[in-house]
């Protein structure tokens, strides 16, 4: 009946900020970008892993529920700096 991956995972993202914004990753040979949504201060969101869906980027101050616990998010660095490149090894 269910192919081992369809509906079995979900998370629930909530908003700490105004404009976070999560993306859904494709599944497959190549992972490309296939969903982009927006999410403001106190919204939330449930996403579902699906045969095309197989991974979530978060980008922002947000809290993320799943079958684990919970996360929260640090949003991005002071420097505006994404990778972490740049920075000097703890």
Known sequence: MNS??????YIVVKALENGVTI???SRG???KFNHTEKLDKGE????????FTSAVKIRGKAEVVHRYGSV???????SGDRAG???SPA
């Open 23 to 25: 993306i859904g990753l």
């Open 72 to 78: 929260q998010s640090e949003g991005p660095t002071p």
């Open 85 to 87: 490149k740049g920075r």
């Open 4 to 9: 081992g991956f369809m509906g079995d995972d």
């Open 44 to 51: 939330i969101m449930i996403f579902q892993f699906t045969e």
């Open 29 to 31: 040979k190549d992972t």
